[in-house]
């Protein structure tokens, strides 16, 4: 089974700083994807940024990227020009790319405060 | 703007009671989740379902039900619920894997159950 470490359960920095949250998984798939999403104090959980296995070239959706490290199993989010808006918790998910069942496995979560 | 909808947003209830958690999605999607989530911690996958009359029991051991009679609707059912119950219920749908969405899941805003 396939299983979502996130090393850092708390992170702060400083508005309009970059900060990077860890993810690391194991799997023994070639076939994946991998996620990140944001779940805002009691609001709705968010997809912010995906990255398909087979692809080298990092992902990146405005002010978010991923380094995305296949070999060493590594999926860290960086966030840069950090908002007020964007404290919260962060998950890493993996979703295997050779089911039809499009189950996702959830790290434990990183919370991201947002000094001003 | 939210495409899943789940009600009620909270809910007290007490113990013994049967209840049912309402999850609907307006995007079509064929791929269907329940996770429960205890607060700031990571998501464990209870239910699943492929599409219509297809449902699968999660990673994590539940004692609710799942049913699904039609695309839009994933209710949740808990015959008599008990103190361990207490949770947030998220919901989440998933697009088809070759269409032009992004794997990842769209989520609804939560049911936080509490049973006393």
């Known amino acids: 089974a396939q299983t979502v470490t996130q090393s850092q359960p708390e992170m702060s920095v400083q508005e309009a700083e970059t900060v990077t949250l860890s993810c690391t998984y194991d799997?023994?798939?070639?076939?994946?994807?991998l996620f990140w999403y944001k779940q805002p104090p009691s609001r709705q959980m968010i997809l912010v940024i995906r990255?398909?296995?087979?692809?080298?070239q990092n992902a990146t959706e405005n002010r978010f990227s991923v380094n995305f490290q296949k070999a060493a199993k590594s999926f860290s989010l960086k966030i840069s020009d950090s908002q007020l808006g964007d404290a919260a918790m962060y998950f890493c998910?993996?979703?295997?790319?050779?089911?039809?069942?499009?189950?996702?496995?959830f790290g434990d979560g990183t919370t991201l405060t947002v000094k001003p | 703007e939210a495409d899943i909808y789940q009600t009620p947003r909270y809910l007290v209830i007490g113990t013994g009671k049967k209840i049912t958690l309402e999850c609907s999605q307006t995007m079509g999607h064929d791929k269907m989740y329940w996770y429960q989530q205890d607060p700031g911690m990571e998501l464990h996958l209870i239910h699943y379902?492929?599409?219509?009359?297809?449902?699968e029991k999660g990673d994590l051991s539940s004692e609710s039900t799942v049913s699904r009679i039609r695309t839009e609707h994933f209710p949740l059912t808990l015959e008599s619920a008990r103190p361990s119950h207490t949770s947030q219920y998220l919901c989440?749908?998933?697009?088809?894997?070759?269409?032009?969405?992004?794997?990842?899941?769209?989520f609804g805003s939560g049911t936080r159950l509490t049973v006393v």
């Open positions: 990255q398909e296995a087979y692809k080298q």
């Open positions: 799997t023994s798939e070639s076939d994946y994807y």
């Open positions: 989440a749908s998933s697009a088809p894997d070759h269409g032009p969405s992004n794997y990842g899941y769209t």
């Open positions: 998910a993996y979703r295997s790319g050779n089911t039809n069942a499009g189950k996702s496995t």
């Open positions: 379902s492929y599409g219509v009359n297809s449902t």
